[in-house]
C-alpha cells in the first residue's frame, strides 16, 4: 500500500490517509477483506504518530471503510465503488462551489473563472 504524506500542505494528515485509502479502494488496489498495515507499522513506515493512523483508520471505519477485529487487524469492507465515487463527486463539487464563490467575491467574472479552470486542468 503506497501512501504519500505531505506535512506542508494544509489538510490534515489524518484526512490525506482516509483520502488516499478510499481512493485505493475505489481503484481496486484494496479490495474486500485485504489486510491493512497495523497502527503501528504504518506510523512508523510513514514517520508519523500512530495516534494519527488510529483516527484516520476509526474514521474509514465509521464511514463503513474497513472492519477493524481486535487482535487481528483492520481489513477492508465491503464497498459499493460507485457509492464511493458518488461521495467523492459530491465533496469535489462543494469545492468548486466554495472556489466559484471565491472568485465572484473577487470580482472576477465567469468567462475568466472557466478559462482559469480550463488552464488548470490542462497540467
Known sequence: MKIIVNTSLMVP???????QIKLLIRRGELKENDHLPSVRALSRDLKISALTVKKAYDLLEEEGFTITVHGKGTYVA?????????EQKKELQMDFEKAIQKGRR??????????????????
Open 106 to 123: 473577487f470580482g472576477i467574472d465567469d468567462a475568466d473563472m472557466k478559462e482559469l479552470f480550463e488552464l488548470l486542468m490542462e497540467d
Open 13 to 19: 494528515i489524518y484526512e490525506q490517509l482516509v483520502d
Open 78 to 86: 465491503e464497498i459499493n465503488t460507485e457509492l464511493l465515487l458518488e
